[in-house]
């Protein structure tokens, strides 16, 4: 009550922060008059002149008003805008790290532009992330004007970049891309043997559009490079035959979580199908020598009973597309993982492409937690502005609208089935259609929009309908969603990125009916005849009541359902919003109290009945309040669990980068072979043991293995003295003679060029193998609960252990590798090619479930090769290829960039396709 009462005073926290930053704006906006008076010239030289004050030791916060300043005026001469005070209040909250909450159409990408030019001034980078590639163009293109004005320079990420191209966009001072795009340039640089190659500059300021999508719901999968393993198409095809085969009693399905598990009677069943198709090594299902089937079984289940056609995924092209369940955008190129993409595809009965294997991977939450300073800006982010704080140290201000919100939000309508349901809204829409009233209908999932599509038909309403289907058009056919008259249907509203404006929009009818004009009097005379009837349609549609935004069903968050409503009403045009809502929606029936159903029910709707009450919708809210929670704790574990990896990440990139930087790693060597040598010793003659108790069998074959050597172990234990400590040091200085041989017989730029070559290649090899390791750790560490241990600390120790495991590894590997190999001249080759990296394939991989995966298969271009660095070089390591010029693979359709079959690491047009 007290609280309240101050509220109403004093005014929120929120209200007072706001507040207390238009002293801020108001010394901007009595700058703008001596603006106002400078010429283009003169306007430009203020990015110099800031720059020489920020070098004299001012601060980005003292030159903050002239700077806003600039840029208000600068873009009113190049873009005819002008900041309003509440834009300039959202600039200084993403100036100062924080989140943005504005409503939709309060022109959040101009705010952008604020604390973009104040902090590309200082030239180390700022990176605007967007959520899709159509906006990060369209950003940069549209703003691009007003930085180059101001003398900035600005790129654009996109896929199918080159890298010199990659590497020019990430070093303007402003770049814009994709969360995606962002995140798997930083794995590949360091899957990059020089420094040369790597793109990206050290993290600095980072603006995130639309940042509840990217950083809250994205977040719950990483990002994954993977490359291909062996083929297992026919396995898939046998399991899922069997699996379709299954009756309904056989297994249980549970909604919420996607998961499908047999009952026993179905684990008898599977085990009787599976002998019978001889798939079992043994006959019991669940022994160890049936663990990949089990696998199998498990992902074949989940395709078939819990992924559907047209909501999960499409077919198109003969090819399982993944559909975007926040956008319902197709997601081309990108897969499923853990065999879940193989088993759809078998259900479809589609070409089958290989598993993938992880080579990195990280998640968005410790990929943007790089950055020193990280700022975001969305209409919804108030209702997770604790997750906010808790994961990314982000707080939330809500910036005030420049016009009051004219929108009426009005009550749910409840109906008792689909079929109700969709004919009421078919009825709403007629209603609206005839009074000219623009409707935007938001729905779920592509069948559901193709549904109403149909009972739309029906009434005779002409509509658009955007969906996965129509990728390409959304754009121009949002853009038009305004217009007299017009009805748009449209899957998952979300972060479409084009702002409604009713009448239409002027630059988007420009474009589509005077694209073949060329410029002259005709094309000026046609731009002033669509700028009159846009404004002629906007004052109608404002008579008919704006845009009418009307909701199919509830989405599992609230923020999706405020970012649909938030499509209406923008700058103070009037709008309408509305929700219809059944029994049968997703959300009531898998998430919904048990309690809604049978008073629902004993209510005794009738048929084409709507009611609508303050408990329902106070129901609903309890719904999606249930299934926030749980992706919340779904992020959270992600997040438990990436740490983990993290440490061991941050220690593996950061020696990467030091091998890479220095000029020779022979020290490293050096102390590696020290450190192996000490190993084998260890193990084969433990500390305070008698010599009669030593390994010396195997001490003498783990002698030959890594060091190519057989010492005198016989001779030397005949003496009095010896010791392990003894042992050590001779094997120590008979290594270090040989390793002096070698180096002696070969030029030592050369040699140390392989040293550093081998020593990335080993590390590499070795950390995706223990990225493996950890992926299958992280599937079964949950059964460790039935033992009453906690999961995440069971998997921080293992964990901890494997990478001892794997740094040990290393230091044999490495030594084995210069120790037993030998080098011989070559014929002379082509210019020196720096290593690329395989045609890896890039995802968004859900760690636990397998749901959201993705690979984005941008094409990054590449290979992998045990000594890489030296493709071209005047040595060569003898392998299966050596020297043989004749081409056994002549006539075979192989690349001329792909690597070599005969696996010496060279290019094909560098190895035998020379030939």
Same mark, same amino acid.
């Given at each position: 009550?007290?609280?309240?009462?101050?509220?109403?005073?004093?005014?929120?926290?929120?209200?007072?922060?706001?507040?207390?930053?238009?002293?801020?704006?108001?010394?901007?906006?009595?700058?703008?008059?001596?603006?106002?008076?400078?010429?283009?010239?003169?306007?430009?030289?203020?990015?110099?002149?800031?720059?020489?004050?920020?070098?004299?030791?001012?601060?980005?916060?003292?030159?903050?008003?002239?700077?806003?300043?600039?840029?208000?005026?600068?873009?009113?001469?190049?873009?005819?805008? !002008?900041?309003?005070?509440?834009?300039?209040?959202?600039?200084?909250?993403?100036?100062?790290?924080?989140?943005?909450?504005?409503?939709?159409?309060?022109?959040?990408?101009?705010?952008?532009?604020?604390?973009?030019?104040?902090?590309?001034?200082?030239?180390?980078?700022?990176?605007?992330?967007?959520?899709?590639?159509?906006? /990060?163009?369209?950003?940069?293109?549209?703003?691009?004007?007003?930085?180059?004005?101001?003398?900035?320079?600005?790129?654009?990420?996109?896929?199918?970049?080159?890298?010199?191209?990659? !590497?020019?966009?990430?070093?303007?001072?402003?770049?814009?891309?994709?969360?995606?795009?962002?995140?798997?340039?930083?794995?590949?640089?360091?899957?990059?043997?020089?420094?040369?190659?790597?793109?990206?500059?050290?993290?600095?300021?980072?603006?995130?559009?639309?940042?509840?999508?990217?950083?809250?719901?994205?977040?719950?999968?990483?990002?994954?490079?993977?490359?291909?393993?062996?083929?297992?198409?026919?396995?898939?095809?046998?399991?899922?035959?069997?699996?379709?085969?299954?009756?309904?009693?056989?297994?249980?399905?549970?909604?919420?979580?996607?998961?499908?598990?047999?009952?026993?009677?179905?684990?008898?069943?599977?085990?009787?199908?599976?002998?019978?198709?001889?798939?079992?090594? $043994?006959?019991?299902?669940?022994?160890?020598?049936?663990?990949?089937?089990?696998?199998?079984?498990?992902?074949?289940?989940?395709?078939?009973?819990?992924?559907?056609?047209?909501?999960?995924?499409?077919?198109?092209?003969?090819?399982?597309?993944?559909?975007?369940?926040?956008?319902?955008?197709?997601?081309? #190129? !990108?897969?499923?993982?853990?065999?879940?993409?193989?088993?759809?595809? /078998?259900?479809?009965?589609?070409?089958?492409?290989?598993?993938?294997?992880?080579?990195?991977?990280?998640?968005?939450?410790?990929?943007?937690?790089?950055?020193?300073?990280?700022?975001?800006?969305?209409? $919804?982010?108030?209702?997770?502005?604790?997750?906010?704080?808790?994961?990314?140290?982000?707080?939330?201000?809500?910036?005030?609208?420049?016009?009051?919100?004219?929108?009426?939000?009005?009550?749910?309508?409840?109906?008792?089935?689909?079929?109700?349901?969709?004919?009421?809204?078919?009825?709403?829409?007629?209603?609206?259609?005839?009074?000219?009233?623009?409707?935007?209908?938001?729905?779920?999932?592509?069948?559901?929009?193709?549904?109403?599509?149909?009972?739309?038909?029906?009434?005779?309403?002409?509509?658009?309908?955007?969906?996965?289907?129509?990728?390409?058009?959304?754009?121009?056919?949002?853009?038009?969603?305004?217009?007299?008259?017009?009805?748009?249907?449209?899957?998952?509203?979300?972060?479409? #990125?084009?702002?409604?404006?009713?009448?239409?929009?002027?630059?988007?009818?420009?474009?589509?009916?005077?694209?073949?004009?060329?410029?002259?009097?005709?094309?000026?005379?046609?731009?002033?005849?669509?700028?009159?009837?846009?404004?002629?349609?906007?004052?109608?549609?404002?008579?008919?009541?704006?845009?009418?935004?009307?909701?199919?069903?509830?989405?599992?968050?609230?923020?999706?359902?405020?970012?649909?409503?938030?499509?209406?009403?923008?700058?103070?045009?009037?709008?309408?919003?509305?929700?219809?809502?059944?029994?049968?929606?997703?959300?009531?029936?898998?998430?919904?109290?048990?309690?809604?159903?049978?008073?629902?029910?004993?209510?005794?709707?009738?048929?084409?009945?709507?009611? #609508?009450?303050?408990?329902?919708?106070?129901?609903?809210?309890?719904?999606?309040?249930?299934?926030?929670?749980?992706?919340?704790?779904?992020?959270?574990?992600?997040?438990?669990?990436?740490?983990?990896?993290?440490?061991?990440?941050?220690?593996?990139?950061?020696?990467?980068?030091?091998?890479?930087?220095?000029?020779?790693?022979?020290?490293?060597?050096?102390?590696?072979?020290?450190?192996?040598?000490?190993?084998?010793?260890?193990?084969?003659?433990?500390?305070?043991?008698?010599?009669?108790?030593?390994?010396?069998?195997?001490?003498?074959?783990?002698?030959?293995?890594?060091?190519?050597?057989?010492?005198?172990?016989?001779?030397?234990?005949?003496?009095?003295?010896?010791?392990?400590?003894?042992?050590?040091?001779?094997?120590?200085?008979?290594?270090?003679?040989?390793?002096?041989?070698?180096?002696?017989?070969?030029?030592?730029?050369?040699?140390?060029?392989?040293?550093?070559?081998?020593?990335?290649?080993?590390?590499?090899?070795?950390?995706?193998?223990?990225?493996?390791?950890?992926? /299958?750790?992280?599937?079964?560490?949950?059964?460790?609960?039935?033992?009453?241990?906690?999961?995440?600390?069971?998997?921080?120790?293992?964990?901890?252990?494997?990478?001892?495991?794997?740094?040990?590894?290393?230091?044999?590997?490495?030594?084995?590798?210069?120790?037993?190999?030998?080098?011989?001249?070559?014929?002379?080759?082509?210019?020196?090619?720096?290593?690329?990296?395989?045609?890896?394939?890039?995802?968004?991989?859900?760690?636990?479930?397998?749901?959201?995966?993705?690979?984005?298969?941008?094409?990054? /271009? #590449?290979?992998?090769?045990?000594?890489?660095?030296?493709?071209?070089?005047?040595?060569?390591?003898?392998?299966?290829?050596?020297?043989?010029?004749?081409?056994?693979?002549?006539?075979?359709?192989?690349?001329?960039?792909?690597?070599?079959?005969?696996?010496?690491?060279?290019?094909?047009?560098?190895?035998?396709?020379?030939?």
């Amino acid at each position: 009550m007290f609280g309240a009462l101050a509220k109403s005073i004093f005014g929120s926290a929120n209200d007072r922060y706001v507040k207390s930053l238009e002293k801020i704006v108001g010394n901007i906006n009595a700058l703008e008059p001596q603006l106002e008076g400078f010429s283009d010239e003169e306007l430009a030289a203020q990015t110099q002149k800031f720059r020489q004050q920020l070098e004299a030791g001012q601060t980005l916060d003292d030159i903050l008003p002239e700077a806003f300043a600039t840029v208000r005026e600068a873009s009113k001469r190049v873009l005819g805008m !002008r900041h309003f005070d509440v834009q300039m209040v959202g600039g200084i909250v993403l100036h100062r790290g924080e989140i943005a909450e504005m409503r939709t159409g309060e022109g959040k990408t101009l705010v952008a532009t604020l604390a973009t030019y104040l902090n590309a001034i200082e030239g180390n980078g700022v990176h605007i992330v967007t959520v899709n590639d159509y906006l /990060a163009r369209r950003d940069a293109e549209h703003m691009g004007r007003l930085y180059k004005f101001l003398g900035l320079t600005v790129g654009v990420i996109v896929p199918n970049l080159s890298e010199p191209q990659r !590497r020019d966009a990430y070093g303007a001072d402003i770049t814009y891309g994709t969360n995606n795009e962002f995140g798997f340039d930083y794995l590949r640089d360091n899957m990059k043997h020089e420094r040369s190659q790597q793109v990206h500059r050290p993290f600095n300021f980072a603006i995130v559009d639309e940042v509840d999508s990217i950083l809250i719901d994205e977040a719950r999968t990483p990002l994954i490079i993977s490359g291909p393993t062996e083929d297992k198409s026919e396995l898939y095809v046998s399991i899922d035959a069997i699996v379709k085969g299954l009756e309904k009693e056989y297994y249980e399905a549970d909604e919420k979580s996607k998961n499908v598990s047999l009952t026993e009677e179905g684990v008898e069943e599977v085990e009787k199908r599976l002998i019978a198709a001889g798939m079992l090594e $043994t006959e019991n299902l669940y022994d160890v020598e049936n663990t990949q089937v089990v696998h199998h079984l498990d992902q074949a289940l989940r395709a078939v009973v819990m992924f559907k056609r047209d909501i999960d995924y499409i077919v198109k092209d003969g090819k399982v597309v993944i559909i975007d369940e926040f956008t319902g955008r197709m997601m081309d #190129g !990108r897969r499923w993982s853990n065999g879940l993409h193989q088993a759809v595809e /078998a259900k479809e009965g589609v070409k089958i492409e290989p598993e993938n294997q992880t080579m990195a991977s990280i998640t968005f939450q410790n990929y943007f937690r790089m950055y020193p300073k990280l700022a975001g800006m969305t209409g $919804t982010a108030a209702t997770e502005a604790a997750e906010f704080w808790d994961i990314y140290k982000l707080n939330v201000v809500e910036i005030p609208t420049n016009v009051p919100v004219q929108r009426i939000d009005e009550e749910d309508e409840f109906y008792k089935n689909t079929q109700d349901k969709f004919q009421a809204i078919a009825r709403a829409i007629r209603e609206k259609n005839e009074i000219g009233q623009p409707v935007l209908v938001g729905t779920v999932s592509i069948e559901k929009s193709e549904l109403l599509s149909h009972f739309l038909d029906k009434e005779g309403v002409k509509h658009a309908v955007l969906n996965a289907r129509f990728h390409e058009q959304e754009a121009h056919i949002v853009a038009q969603a305004g217009r007299l008259g017009a009805v748009t249907i449209a899957t998952n509203m979300a972060g479409r #990125g084009t702002d409604i404006q009713l009448g239409g929009n002027v630059d988007f009818r420009i474009e589509d009916e005077l694209r073949d004009l060329p410029e002259g009097p005709e094309r000026d005379a046609g731009i002033e005849r669509i700028k009159e009837e846009v404004a002629a349609e906007r004052q109608k549609v404002k008579d008919a009541g704006g845009l009418f935004v009307l909701g199919t069903e509830r989405h599992e968050s609230r923020r999706i359902d405020n970012q649909l409503r938030g499509r209406s009403g923008r700058q103070g045009d009037p709008g309408l919003s509305r929700f219809y809502l059944c029994l049968e929606d997703d959300l009531l029936r898998i998430f919904g109290p048990d309690t809604l159903f049978a008073k629902m029910m004993n209510s005794n709707l009738s048929d084409g009945e709507a009611i #609508g009450s303050k408990w329902l919708s106070k129901a609903i809210e309890t719904a999606q309040k249930k299934v926030e929670a749980r992706n919340y704790e779904v992020r959270k574990q992600v997040v438990e669990y990436d740490n983990v990896m993290n440490d061991q990440r941050k220690v593996v990139y950061e020696q990467r980068a030091e091998i890479m930087d220095s000029e020779r790693v022979d020290d490293v060597v050096l102390e590696m072979r020290h450190d192996a040598i000490n190993a084998i010793v260890g193990t084969a003659c433990p500390p305070g043991s008698y010599p009669e108790q030593w390994d010396l069998a195997g001490l003498k074959e783990k002698i030959g293995d890594i060091l190519g050597v057989e010492p005198p172990l016989e001779d030397w234990l005949e003496e009095d003295a010896v010791d392990p400590e003894l042992i050590e040091q001779r094997l120590l200085d008979i290594a270090s003679e040989k390793m002096a041989t070698k180096m002696a017989d070969n030029d030592e730029t050369i040699w140390r060029q392989v040293e550093k070559s081998i020593l990335l290649d080993r590390l590499d090899y070795h950390w995706k193998e223990h990225l493996a390791t950890l992926d /299958a750790l992280r599937q079964v560490v949950f059964l460790r609960a039935y033992a009453q241990k906690q999961p995440i600390n069971e998997y921080k120790q293992e964990a901890f252990g494997l990478f001892e495991n794997m740094l040990e590894t290393i230091r044999e590997d490495v030594t084995r590798v210069l120790m037993t190999m030998e080098l011989r001249l070559a014929p002379p080759p082509p210019p020196i090619d720096l290593p690329e990296l395989p045609d890896f394939l890039t995802g968004h991989v859900d760690p636990f479930s397998g749901e959201d995966d993705s690979n984005d298969g941008d094409g990054s /271009a #590449g290979r992998e090769a045990l000594f890489g660095a030296l493709a071209g070089s005047p040595m060569a390591a003898v392998g299966p290829g050596g020297s043989n010029r004749e081409n056994p693979y002549a006539g075979m359709d192989i690349s001329r960039n792909a690597p070599c079959p005969c696996g010496s690491g060279n290019k094909y047009k560098h190895c035998h396709g020379a030939a």
